[in-house]
């Protein structure tokens, strides 16, 4: 069993929670993830190593409430245990090397940006972040980006924080006003790593995105987190989740996306109707 030793409400919709998994916390690397499974009736879900400390052992985890584990998840409280807590799975970052970088995050996608941003920083990188949000009450790290970045830069879909507008409006900017990026770091949405992906290639500069598809065994085997990259078939488990963002084929990857909208819709509308249930009974 994995203890759950903090939770925190980093807005109505998402939650940060650290997990006492010692040995993941001594082996975890930015850009892997785990895989958790909160009872013996509950599915499997990856997320992404947002943060460890060795030091008390803990994992620190990041997810969006979007369907029925994640809202079982979010039920929980400091004290509770997980069942399982698996990892860390997926190749590590190779960071090695870059000396100016743009880290671009969108939405929830700031989560998995914030680690790439700090082991940038703490190897004495120059990093500009660029966060995204629809709106103010969904930025989330602000503060926690800020302060392994040499800049950093918010946009709001409303203009209600920060500048109004998209990352790739920020982004173009920089590099328009002269800054040469040894790397661009690009983790949110499918449609917004596109767009980075397709301005960056305008400029010749490398890109690296993070694939999430849907992921269930973590080893390959089951094929449901398959992506074409280069013209090639790719299991972002265990090739990724990190990617050239040039390379892959994001219409493709959009599309398989959107295959179990509706059975994820279904299975969380079940969920709230038997909590109303238990609630009315």
Same mark, same amino acid.
């Given at each position: 069993?994995?203890?759950?030793?903090?939770?925190?409400?980093?807005?109505?919709?998402?939650?940060?929670?650290?997990?006492?998994?010692?040995?993941?916390?001594?082996?975890?690397?930015?850009?892997?993830?785990?895989?958790?499974?909160?009872?013996?009736?509950?599915?499997?879900?990856?997320?992404?190593?947002?943060?460890?400390?060795?030091?008390?052992?803990?994992?620190?985890?990041?997810?969006?409430?979007? @369907?029925?584990? /994640?809202?079982? +998840?979010?039920? $929980?409280?400091?004290?509770?245990?997980?069942? *399982?807590?698996?990892?860390?799975? !997926?190749?590590?970052?190779?960071?090695?090397?870059?000396?100016?970088?743009?880290?671009?995050?969108?939405?929830?996608?700031?989560?998995?940006?914030?680690?790439?941003?700090?082991?940038?920083?703490?190897?004495?990188?120059?990093?500009?972040?660029?966060?995204?949000?629809?709106?103010?009450?969904?930025?989330?790290?602000?503060?926690?980006?800020?302060?392994?970045?040499?800049?950093?830069?918010?946009?709001?879909?409303?203009?209600?924080?920060?500048?109004? @507008?998209?990352? /790739?409006?920020? +982004?173009?900017? $920089?590099?328009?006003?002269?800054?040469?990026? *040894?790397?661009?770091?690009?983790? !949110?949405?499918?449609?917004?790593?596109?767009?980075?992906?397709?301005?960056?290639?305008?400029?010749?500069?490398?890109?690296?995105?993070?694939?999430?598809?849907?992921?269930?065994?973590?080893?390959?085997?089951?094929?449901?987190?398959?992506?074409?990259?280069?013209?090639?078939?790719?299991?972002?488990?265990?090739?990724?989740?990190?990617?050239?963002?040039?390379?892959?084929?994001?219409?493709?990857?959009?599309?398989?996306?959107?295959?179990?909208?509706?059975?994820?819709?279904?299975?969380?509308?079940?969920?709230?109707?038997?909590?109303?249930?238990?609630?009315?009974?």
């Amino acid at each position: 069993m994995f203890k759950i030793v903090k939770k925190r409400e980093l807005n109505q919709h998402v939650t940060l929670m650290e997990i006492e998994a010692p040995r993941i916390a001594k082996k975890a690397k930015p850009g892997q993830f785990i895989i958790l499974r909160i009872n013996e009736f509950g599915e499997r879900i990856p997320l992404t190593v947002a943060d460890t400390n060795q030091k008390t052992g803990a994992v620190t985890i990041i997810f969006q409430i979007v @369907g029925k584990t /994640t809202m079982d +998840l979010n039920a $929980l409280s400091e004290g509770d245990s997980l069942l *399982d807590f698996a990892g860390p799975f !997926g190749v590590a970052s190779n960071l090695d090397g870059y000396k100016k970088a743009a880290v671009v995050g969108g939405g929830l996608g700031t989560a998995i940006a914030y680690p790439q941003a700090k082991a940038l920083f703490n190897q004495g990188a120059k990093v500009d972040a660029i966060l995204g949000f629809r709106n103010k009450d969904l930025i989330i790290l602000e503060d926690e980006i800020k302060a392994v970045s040499d800049r950093a830069f918010i946009t709001t879909d409303d203009g209600s924080n920060g500048t109004k @507008g998209f990352v /790739t409006d920020i +982004l173009k900017k $920089l590099i328009d006003d002269g800054n040469s990026y *040894d790397v661009v770091i690009a983790i !949110g949405p499918l449609p917004m790593m596109k767009a980075v992906s397709n301005l960056t290639r305008e400029y010749g500069i490398k890109t690296i995105v993070s694939m999430n598809p849907v992921m269930i065994d973590g080893t390959g085997m089951c094929g449901g987190c398959r992506i074409t990259v280069g013209g090639e078939m790719k299991f972002a488990c265990v090739d990724g989740p990190e990617f050239d963002g040039h390379l892959v084929d994001f219409d493709e990857a959009i599309l398989r996306s959107q295959m179990y909208k509706d059975h994820e819709s279904k299975a969380a509308k079940r969920h709230v109707c038997r909590m109303e249930g238990m609630q009315n009974g």
